[in-house]
T-cell receptor, first 113, second 113 residues
Framework: NAGVTQTPKFQVLKTGQSMTLQCAQD?????MYWYRQDPGMGLRLIYY???????DKGEVPNGYNVSRLNKREFSLRLESAAPSQTSVYFC????????????FGDGTRLSIL | AQSVAQPEDQVNVAEGNPLTVKCTYS??????LFWYVQYPNRGLQFLLK??????LVKGSYGFEAEFNKSQTSFHLKKPSALVSDSALYFC???????????FGTGTKLQVIP
């Protein structure tokens, strides 16, 4: 029972570098989400995909892009990393946006120097 | 619009004592309310949800929450705290006409042996 799998678990980047965070779920869920978690700020939604083929902006989308590759996979890309993007990133999935709860991966800890 | 507040950054309770983690919400419309728990270096795990019906909701690991519409609150409770309950707890809310879930900033629960 893998659930939601995120890769990599840790990453250090230099300012200006790009990278893609990968997420896959094996629960046949329709909806997927990307959050960032920063101390004292809880979870903030970056982007979500209500269903395969659709993506929408969340609360803090600037500096990020996403791709819903297929029903299982939802990737998050940082085109030109900035120190302000140092955070812990979580991917989550749910049966649908209206049928919760969300199931979370264990996160990617990203540091940008 | 929707928002959720967790007024306490940290709650300390002695093992065996009852615990309460507070949550208040603001929505236009009927709320869907959730509690999640996060252990160190892990993703969030779903505890319980309120959609409609009985105001007292029972969830995983002996936790329960009480929905109070007049006070717009959804406090998490447990009759007898365990050291293993020590973790970060998040309240979340969604309204029917809104696809996104809004998370609170989290409350750290420390159960003292």
């Amino acid at each position: 029972n893998a659930g939601v799998t995120q890769t990599p678990k840790f990453q250090v980047l230099k300012t200006g570098q790009s990278m893609t965070l990968q997420c896959a779920q094996d629960m046949n869920h329709n909806s997927m989400y990307w959050y960032r978690q920063d101390p004292g700020m809880g979870l903030r939604l970056i982007y979500y995909s209500a269903s395969e083929g659709t993506t929408d902006k969340g609360e803090v989308p600037n500096g990020y892009n996403v791709s819903r590759l297929n029903k299982r996979e939802f990737s998050l890309r940082l085109e030109s990393a900035a120190p302000s993007q140092t955070s812990v990133y979580f991917c989550a999935s749910s049966e649908s946006v209206t049928n919760q709860p969300q199931h979370f991966g264990d996160g990617t800890r990203l540091s940008i120097l | 619009a929707q928002s959720v507040a967790q007024p306490e950054d940290q709650v300390n309770v002695a093992e065996g004592n009852p615990l309460t983690v507070k949550c208040t919400y603001s929505v236009s419309g009927n709320p869907y309310l959730f509690w999640y728990v996060q252990y160190p270096n892990r993703g969030l795990q779903f505890l319980l949800k309120y959609i409609t019906g009985d105001n007292l909701v029972k969830g995983s690991y002996g936790f329960e929450a009480e929905f109070n519409k007049s006070q717009t609150s959804f406090h998490l409770k447990k009759p007898s705290a365990l050291v293993s309950d020590s973790a970060l707890y998040f309240c979340a809310v969604r309204t029917g006409g809104y696809q996104k879930v809004t998370f609170g900033t989290g409350t750290k629960l420390q159960v003292i042996p």
